[in-house]
């Protein structure tokens, strides 16, 4: 069977070349005839969500997509693809629950509505009663083999929990402390971040995992590192506006805070991503995300580092950050490596918005940003 080394080499060069599921497709063929392979359950259940993560995996539904389905991952329930509704729909959920118990891996596509006991959101209807997505995902959670949000409102709320959040969304982590859940953000996440992920549990369980329960094959670099106007960064040059060829950090670009692959990896089959479009990464892969991440045009003045040493874009830009002193290079590689700058450059962010209503949010993303 293809080895975990050869097939995290395979994401890498599937997403350059633009050619991912014609790669990894031939090896997983063979191990399936070979019976190397068991293959997977699968349920999805939407909550609060605007189905934009169906869409986006639509995007890589291909014959080659269509054969991953058939010969790696057993797909049972998804409201949105099933041909059966109603009670039959309702009775493979069912089904699934007490035949399969720690064999399924259960998606979760939206944020989990928590207000008057989540009667917000039904998902299902079962003899006579209306059933919550929180009440679905608790149970279908606690059973599951793995379970995984995809998306960045079931991963750390998203948009639907933003300030003032009248329904008091969330993520599912929040409803399923028992659990480890497998963080896939975005808004909406890149199909191959999702596919990418199902595929690693069927060969070879849970991928390494970053501090917000993210895998790292695909969220262990910033935007930033990647991004093709990095030398423009490095030598000081901004666009002063929306549009502009050159680096948009200045005009809100969020690509130093954001982790993600979407330099190499980009949408719409390889087509093209906001920064080639020339517009900045507003940062939907992160906690925070959207609230401590708008205005989306507003650039940080300075960041403040560890010790209370600031440098101002501009010198970054120049490359003094590293000839200022060994000090300040000292706390930089402590910093990058426990987060804090990322957290350090949001923070500041959120001062020059001056935007009171982030003081009063009592949001799931902001208490992670503080305990971590």
Not at 176 to 189: D, F, M, T
Not at 289 to 302: E, G, I, K, N, R
Not at 350 to 368: C, E, G, I, N
Request: aromatic share 10%.
């Amino acid at each position: 069977m293809l080895s975990r080394r050869d097939f995290l080499g395979l994401v890498i060069k599937g997403a350059i070349l633009g050619n991912f599921y014609q790669l990894i497709t031939p090896p997983l063929t063979q191990a399936v005839a070979a019976d190397e392979v068991k293959k997977l359950p699968v349920v999805m259940i939407e909550t609060g969500t605007c189905t934009g993560d169906s869409i986006s995996l639509d995007n890589i539904w291909t014959p080659t997509f269509s054969d991953i389905l058939s010969n790696i991952l057993d797909w049972r329930y998804d409201w949105s693809m099933m041909q059966v509704h109603g009670d039959a729909a309702y009775q493979v959920l069912k089904d699934t629950y007490d035949q399969l118990p720690n064999e399924y891996i259960l998606l979760v596509q939206g944020a989990m509505i928590q207000r008057d006991n989540g009667h917000y959101n039904h998902v299902a209807y079962d003899n006579g009663n209306l059933i919550t997505g929180l009440e679905l995902v608790r149970r279908m959670g606690l059973k599951a083999k793995y379970v995984v949000a995809i998306g960045s409102c079931a991963t750390f709320g998203g948009p639907v929990s933003g300030y003032p959040n009248p329904s008091r969304a969330t993520g599912v982590q929040n409803i399923l402390p028992e659990r480890k859940v497998i963080n896939i953000s975005g808004c909406p996440a890149h199909p191959d971040w999702i596919m990418g992920t199902l595929l690693h549990l069927a060969l070879y369980g849970e991928p390494e995992l970053e501090k917000y329960g993210r895998p790292k094959l695909f969220y262990g670099e910033t935007v930033h590192n990647r991004c093709p106007r990095r030398h423009d960064y490095d030598q000081g040059i901004f666009a002063t506006e929306i549009g502009q060829k050159e680096c948009l950090f200045r005009v809100g670009c969020k690509g130093p805070v954001t982790y993600a692959d979407c330099p190499i990896r980009r949408w719409n089959d390889r087509f093209n991503w906001p920064i080639g479009c020339n517009t900045p990464c507003i940062g939907c892969t992160e906690p925070g995300y959207p609230d401590l991440m708008s205005p989306f045009t507003a650039h940080s003045p300075d960041i403040p580092f560890p010790g209370g040493t600031k440098v101002t874009t501009d010198e970054i830009g120049l490359g003094v950050l590293g000839l200022t002193s060994l000090a300040i290079a000292g706390h930089v590689g402590t910093s990058l490596y426990k987060g804090r700058i990322q957290r350090n450059l949001l923070k500041s962010s959120v001062k020059v918005q001056h935007r009171p209503a982030l003081k009063k949010a009592k949001t799931f993303h902001q208490y992670r940003l503080k305990k971590t």
